[in-house]
């Protein structure tokens, strides 16, 4: 490691598999480049710190060892015959690789990690290691990996002051004091955790551009800025950064910027050829704009495609894309105004734009129409514009989930988005084809992800939020990997291969989703925190304001009506399987029922519970549940070394409390507005 921050999964804890055996001695490769020199210094160091042996790196020389040895080579060198019989080298992509044991009685087996590229050797050799972590045996590793989604991005919401907007494990690992960070330790091993899940691309500062972060296209920070996206590269990553749409205005003095001003234009072409002088890799621009209080093309009475459509032109002489974000929704709603529905606001947007944007142009799509709760519909933008790119977004950073205070393992509710059942072209037309872009053809696409990372020294304040880092990032390397064996890779690296770590963690880790929403707002009506930090309950922190985010309850029933029939119409933007499920009670999942329809109190849940007695009995489950999570990670004292047992104990213990707080003030709100009284006669206040 480059720093003394934790090493997450990359820990190469000593492996008995490992020890005392005579491992690979040399580390072959026909040519150096720095993700070579990267994907080299990584084997070396994680098999030293497994084995005790530490294998010589020779470059460019023979393969004839005395003894086992790795080879790293690229599809375009000769490589034995055994490699090309049954495994496809010709199908490798440009970030694909080939894994194979090769048996050779004189010399004792070669491990083969073959790439189309570079790139493919660096996370040839990442999976590597990942498999020793796990002791697989080496004779037995014989595979074939291309990622699913061309793109696997990470955003940062960082400040250049070093604060992180909606950060909940310290201060930016990029930014301090206006500048970018000097040491670089910390950035290295970033990039090296970021390659080892098969990261492609970042964007450093916050979706919000304040003023500060407007200038980091500017010639005093470019230079800085060049420094990291050259560690980036090494590693595989092209660095993007979020711009101000208002850039011209602001650091050019234009007196518009209007996306048709050919003035602008101009401005933008000459910013795109400045920033690729310093940063020939440069990935692109992430842009936030007409979207809560940011500026946009709305002020010029343009659309979101000619805004789009100018930055991209001034990016594509260089291979450079935009991402352009759709979370774009009024946020001055008067909470009267029954008829207006934010969760409409995306699709309304975007959805008559489909076909006007550039080819280099992608449009960035939350998860979920509202804003990242623990439990919402999926967006019915995803998939609806078969002529525009599009990415998903996910967010990693626990905003409303728990802030790494609380665990909660979110890889389970990802699963279900990518799982989901678009119907776009009939059956089988799931959110992960559609961003992988096997649905429409698509030239540019992917996931990406607001990350949760900080400069505490665990990276993610609760350590067991490294989970939900690790695990995006398989997932966006591949949406088909199952939770069970994201989880079972993910601990045995962490905390190593002892059956009951591994059986009691994986218990925790799938529950946890579960546990927060069950003691925190109930049905999918979503919300329910404090304004602004949104942490801890308060039901109606939002009922009154210009957010959008009502749950409408009065002494009868609660929950949002959506339907077509008689409610805002949003479950008409979703295909007819969906729609149809969404409109009628009787299909409407139970989950959901309140983000779709207002129902009285005694409404009954398929499950056979009234709305009511649902709510009791989830807010008394969930706390108990917390509860459950500590003894179980009790058991585990002794397993795990104490400094990371004792930092996960506390978290948890103030989580206990704190679900308290949460299932009294849910209960007792409902029991004062409804009237009824719980079945079971526990304590409401
Ligand atoms: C949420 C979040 C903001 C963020 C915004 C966004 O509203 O609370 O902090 O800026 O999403 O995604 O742009």
Same mark, same amino acid.
């Given at each position: 490691?480059?720093?003394?921050?934790?090493?997450?999964?990359?820990?190469?804890?000593?492996?008995?598999?490992?020890?005392?055996?005579?491992?690979?001695?040399?580390?072959?490769?026909?040519?150096?480049?720095?993700?070579?020199?990267?994907?080299?210094?990584?084997?070396?160091?994680?098999?030293?710190?497994?084995?005790?042996?530490?294998?010589?790196?020779?470059?460019?020389?023979?393969?004839?060892?005395?003894?086992?040895?790795?080879?790293?080579?690229?599809?375009?060198?000769?490589?034995?015959?055994?490699?090309?019989?049954?495994?496809?080298?010709?199908?490798?992509?440009?970030?694909?690789? /080939?894994?194979?044991?090769? +048996?050779?009685?004189?010399?004792? !087996?070669? =491990?083969?990690?073959?790439?189309?590229? $570079?790139? %493919?050797?660096?996370?040839?050799?990442?999976?590597?290691?990942?498999?020793?972590?796990?002791?697989?045996?080496?004779?037995?590793?014989?595979?074939?990996?291309?990622?699913?989604?061309?793109?696997?991005?990470?955003?940062?919401?960082?400040?250049?002051?070093?604060?992180?907007?909606?950060?909940?494990?310290?201060?930016?690992?990029?930014?301090?004091?206006?500048?970018?960070?000097?040491?670089?330790?910390?950035?290295?091993?970033?990039?090296?955790?970021?390659?080892?899940?098969?990261?492609?691309?970042?964007?450093?500062?916050?979706?919000?551009?304040?003023?500060?972060?407007?200038?980091?296209?500017?010639?005093?920070?470019?230079?800085?800025?060049?420094?990291?996206?050259?560690?980036?590269?090494?590693?595989?990553?092209?660095?993007? /950064?979020?711009?101000?749409? +208002?850039?011209?205005?602001?650091? !050019?003095? =234009?007196?518009?910027?209007?996306?048709? $001003?050919? %003035?602008?234009?101009?401005?933008?072409?000459?910013?795109?050829?400045?920033?690729?002088?310093?940063?020939?890799?440069?990935?692109?621009?992430?842009?936030?704009?007409?979207?809560?209080?940011?500026?946009?093309?709305?002020?010029?009475?343009?659309?979101?495609?000619?805004?789009?459509?100018?930055?991209?032109?001034?990016?594509?002489?260089?291979?450079?894309?935009?991402?352009?974000?759709?979370?774009?929704?009024?946020?001055?709603?008067?909470?009267?105004?029954?008829?207006?529905?934010?969760?409409?606001?995306?699709?309304?947007?975007?959805?008559?734009?489909?076909?006007?944007?550039?080819?280099?142009?992608?449009?960035?799509?939350?998860?979920?129409?509202?804003?990242?709760?623990?439990?919402?519909?999926?967006?019915?933008?995803?998939?609806?514009?078969?002529?525009?790119?599009?990415?998903?977004?996910?967010?990693?950073?626990?905003?409303?989930?728990?802030?790494?205070?609380?665990?909660?393992?979110?890889?389970?509710?990802?699963?279900?988005?990518?799982?989901?059942?678009?119907?776009?072209?009939?059956?089988?037309?799931?959110?992960?084809?559609?961003?992988?872009?096997?649905?429409?053809?698509?030239?540019?696409?992917?996931?990406?992800?607001?990350?949760?990372?900080?400069?505490?020294?665990?990276?993610?304040?609760?350590?067991?939020?490294?989970?939900?880092?690790?695990?995006?990032?398989?997932?966006?390397?591949?949406?088909?990997?199952?939770?069970?064996?994201?989880?079972?890779?993910?601990?045995?690296?962490?905390?190593?291969?002892?059956?009951?770590?591994?059986?009691?963690?994986?218990?925790?880790?799938?529950?946890?989703?579960?546990?927060?929403?069950?003691?925190?707002?109930?049905?999918?009506?979503?919300?329910?925190?404090?304004?602004?930090?949104?942490?801890?309950?308060?039901?109606?922190?939002?009922?009154?304001?210009?957010?959008?985010?009502?749950?409408?309850?009065?002494?009868?029933?609660?929950?949002?009506?959506?339907?077509?029939?008689?409610?805002?119409?949003?479950?008409?933007?979703?295909?007819?399987?969906?729609?149809?499920?969404?409109?009628?009670?009787?299909?409407?999942?139970?989950?959901?029922?309140?983000?779709?329809?207002?129902?009285?109190?005694?409404?009954?849940?398929?499950?056979?519970?009234?709305?009511?007695?649902?709510?009791?009995?989830?807010?008394?489950?969930?706390?108990?549940?917390?509860?459950?999570?500590?003894?179980?990670?009790?058991?585990?004292?002794?397993?795990?070394?104490?400094?990371?047992?004792?930092?996960?104990?506390?978290?948890?213990?103030?989580?206990?409390?704190?679900?308290?707080?949460?299932?009294?003030?849910?209960?007792?709100?409902?029991?004062?507005?409804?009237?009824?009284?719980?079945?079971?006669?526990?304590?409401?206040?």
């Amino acid at each position: 490691p480059y720093s003394a921050a934790d090493r997450g999964w990359l820990r190469y804890e000593p492996r008995d598999s490992l020890q005392g055996l005579p491992v690979w001695s040399r580390i072959f490769v026909s040519e150096w480049s720095d993700t070579v020199e990267a994907a080299v210094r990584e084997l070396r160091y994680g098999i030293r710190e497994m084995s005790g042996q530490s294998p010589d790196i020779v470059v460019g020389g023979e393969s004839l060892a005395q003894g086992a040895f790795i080879r790293c080579a690229t599809v375009r060198e000769s490589l034995p015959n055994e490699l090309h019989s049954d495994l496809p080298l010709q199908d490798l992509n440009e970030e694909g690789y /080939l894994l194979k044991h090769v +048996a050779d009685k004189e010399n004792g !087996g070669c =491990l083969y990690i073959v790439g189309r590229t $570079d790139k %493919g050797i660096l996370y040839g050799a990442f999976h590597l290691l990942r498999l020793l972590q796990m002791e697989v045996p080496a004779e037995r590793i014989d595979l074939v990996e291309n990622p699913r989604n061309p793109l696997r991005m990470m955003n940062h919401w960082d400040n250049m002051d070093g604060s992180i907007e909606r950060g909940y494990a310290g201060r930016s690992i990029f930014f301090k004091d206006q500048r970018l960070i000097e040491d670089d330790g910390r950035i290295r091993d970033y990039a090296r955790l970021m390659a080892s899940i098969g990261i492609n691309g970042i964007s450093i500062n916050n979706v919000n551009v304040h003023e500060a972060e407007t200038r980091l296209i500017t010639a005093e920070y470019l230079p800085q800025v060049a420094r990291v996206a050259g560690i980036f590269s090494a590693h595989g990553i092209r660095l993007f /950064l979020s711009i101000n749409y +208002a850039s011209p205005m602001q650091l !050019g003095g =234009l007196a518009t910027a209007d996306p048709l $001003d050919s %003035g602008v234009r101009q401005w933008w072409k000459e910013k795109a050829e400045e920033i690729y002088r310093y940063i020939p890799d440069f990935g692109g621009f992430v842009v936030k704009a007409d979207s809560e209080h940011r500026p946009g093309p709305f002020t010029y009475n343009r659309t979101h495609a000619d805004g789009s459509n100018m930055l991209a032109e001034a990016l594509a002489p260089y291979g450079g894309v935009v991402i352009w974000r759709c979370f774009v929704y009024n946020c001055m709603q008067d909470w009267r105004d029954r008829a207006t529905d934010r969760a409409r606001a995306a699709y309304d947007h975007f959805k008559p734009l489909d076909g006007q944007f550039r080819d280099n142009v992608i449009l960035q799509i939350k998860n979920g129409p509202m804003d990242f709760q623990v439990r919402e519909a999926v967006s019915p933008l995803l998939g609806a514009m078969p002529q525009t790119n599009q990415m998903l977004e996910f967010q990693i950073t626990q905003e409303y989930t728990g802030q790494q205070k609380h665990l909660c393992y979110l890889v389970p509710q990802w699963k279900d988005v990518l799982d989901f059942d678009t119907y776009a072209r009939g059956e089988g037309s799931t959110i992960q084809r559609v961003a992988s872009g096997e649905l429409y053809d698509y030239k540019h696409c992917g996931i990406t992800a607001v990350i949760n990372v900080g400069d505490d020294e665990n990276w993610t304040g609760h350590t067991l939020a490294q989970a939900n880092l690790y695990g995006y990032g398989r997932l966006a390397w591949n949406p088909d990997l199952s939770e069970a064996e994201i989880t079972e890779e993910w601990i045995k690296q962490t905390f190593g291969t002892h059956a009951a770590v591994v059986e009691q963690l994986t218990t925790m880790l799938a529950e946890s989703w579960r546990i927060y929403e069950n003691y925190t707002s109930p049905l999918g009506v979503g919300w329910m925190v404090n304004p602004g930090h949104h942490y801890g309950p308060n039901v109606d922190g939002y009922e009154y304001s210009v957010w959008g985010t009502y749950h409408f309850a009065d002494c009868h029933g609660m929950g949002v009506n959506r339907t077509v029939k008689d409610g805002t119409g949003y479950t008409g933007q979703y295909f007819a399987e969906n729609a149809e499920r969404y409109e009628s009670l009787d299909s409407c999942p139970d989950e959901l029922l309140l983000f779709f329809h207002h129902v009285p109190y005694t409404h009954r849940l398929h499950s056979g519970k009234t709305v009511i007695q649902h709510i009791y009995d989830s807010h008394f489950e969930g706390a108990d549940g917390v509860e459950a999570l500590i003894e179980r990670w009790r058991l585990l004292e002794g397993l795990v070394d104490p400094k990371r047992h004792e930092a996960v104990m506390g978290r948890l213990r103030h989580q206990a409390e704190h679900s308290k707080e949460w299932r009294d003030i849910i209960n007792t709100y409902f029991y004062r507005k409804s009237g009824i009284g719980d079945e079971l006669k526990r304590m409401i206040y």
